[in-house]
């Protein structure tokens, strides 16, 4: 939130406006937005769940968090958009061509403070990974995403879901472990 309207001061844009023109233009993001994702009055997916199952009364952007906490995670896209998004910074970490300078991913990675955090990315190290490994997860109670990102492996594991809590949680790290695993017994280490 804080680094959201610090970006907003310094450039006299909205912070979405700024995600629009620094990453979802660039990358061909096409169903990136902000607020919950769908149509209002339209059954579209994907249609958030709370915890037990049960779907919000109503979908679309206004079906979210209050706009204040927006830059904390009020963006939304496809898998495939999130995709791009995430083999940027994939790039971006190894060095290679990526949307924003060198430097910026080797900061945006780096805990700042010494420990394992790391911009919002949990910094650890994993056997499969090659070495150093980062996360994140996230939910605004009605849905739940994580992902991980190994840069010495070229790889990295996405995992969603329309419903927020413990389960959804359990059930996306379940999936990335699977995948993770699927990955590398594919790939010569």
Known sequence: MIAGAKAERVT??????LVERIIFTPLGMATGGFGSAGTPGMVDPPWPHYAD?????????AAD??????????????????SKFVVDELHGMEGR???LPPGFYAQLFAP???GNHACGWLVLTREWGGGTVFSHAG??????ALAWLAPRRDLAVLA?????????????????VALIN????RRPR
């Open 12 to 17: 006299a844009s909205s912070w979405e406006s």
């Open 182 to 185: 699927y990955a590398v017994s």
């Open 53 to 61: 199952g049960t779907p919000l009364q109503s979908n679309g952007p």
């Open 65 to 82: 968090n209050p706009a204040m906490v927006g830059p904390a995670g009020s963006v939304h896209c496809s898998i495939g958009d999130w």
């Open 112 to 114: 700042p403070f010494g």
């Open 139 to 144: 939910s605004d109670t009605r849905n739940f």
């Open 160 to 176: 969603c879901t329309n419903q927020g809590g413990p389960d959804a949680e359990h059930a996306c790290h379940e999936a990335a």
């Open 97 to 99: 061509a990526a949307r």
